[in-house]
T-cell receptor, first 113, second 115 residues
Framework: AQSVAQPEDQVNVAEGNPLTVKCTYSVSGNPYLFWYVQYPNRGLQFLLKYITGDNLVKGSYGFEAEFNKSQTSFHLKKPSALVSDSALYFCAVKGSGTYKYIFGTGTRLKVLA | GAGVSQSPSNKVTEKGKDVELRCDPISGHTALYWYRQSLGQGLEFLIYFQGNSAPDKSGLPSDRFSAERTGGSVSTLTIQRTQQEDSAVYLC?????????????FGPGTRLTVL
């Protein structure tokens, strides 16, 4: 069965510091991995995805994520956090031949000024 | 260009009433999805439409839930005889073709409150 784990309910980081939001997955076959951000009373906004190729994927708003096959992880990172990055972040996975996302439970990021 | 739109943005209803939620996907996207976001269940898949194929209804929680997609574009999610546990945010998404590598683009959601 496919699954996604986001082990941290909340991550606090000081503005200007690097941030990491963790995601691990379990899927049969090749994984297709996605990150979304959700601001209050808004839908999910796409940040980036890994399909194949370079393990380091760059996305919107300065975010990047690294695919690690041996650790089955796809952690979201940003070198320097902004207060405006404070939001709810979701990791999602699809296996080969599937079309529906399996979402993690979400991680609330709080960037402190 | 225009993104996915949903209406209404908020819906408050009484237990036992029927509700209809609407989704307008991105123009040209053949795949359309409904998800539900609730505190206890996180984000869960409800239903998937792809072109003229039969929809995948495997995520619908009960037979009170139904959805249709007319003309390959607009979709309506209907909940009959609403219950308090139906209170959630209902998110619609669309993608170009429904393949596993497709990115799904989400609408702002409809917040449903059942009193």
């Amino acid at each position: 069965a496919q699954s996604v784990a986001q082990p941290e309910d909340q991550v606090n980081v000081a503005e200007g510091n690097p941030l990491t939001v963790k995601c691990t997955y379990s899927v049969s076959g090749n994984p297709y991995l996605f990150w979304y951000v959700q601001y209050p009373n808004r839908g999910l906004q796409f940040l980036l995805k890994y399909i194949t190729g370079d393990n380091l994927v760059k996305g919107s708003y300065g975010f990047e994520a690294e695919f690690n096959k041996s650790q089955t992880s796809f952690h979201l990172k940003k070198p320097s956090a902004l207060v405006s990055d404070s939001a709810l972040y979701f990791c999602a996975v699809k296996g080969s031949g599937t079309y529906k996302y399996i979402f993690g439970t979400g991680t609330r990021l709080k960037v402190l000024a | 260009g225009a993104g996915v739109s949903q209406s209404p943005s908020n819906k408050v209803t009484e237990k036992g009433k029927d509700v209809e939620l609407r989704c307008d996907p991105i123009s040209g996207h053949t795949a359309l999805y409904w998800y539900r976001q609730s505190l206890g269940q996180g984000l869960e898949f409800l239903i998937y439409f792809q072109g003229n194929s039969a929809p995948d209804k495997s995520g619908l929680p009960s037979d009170r839930f139904s959805a249709e997609r007319t003309g390959g574009s607009v979709s309506t999610l209907t909940i009959q005889r609403t219950q308090q546990e139906d209170s959630a945010v209902y998110l619609c998404a669309s993608s170009t073709s429904g393949s596993a590598t497709d990115t799904q683009y989400f609408g702002p959601g409809t917040r449903l409150t059942v009193l």
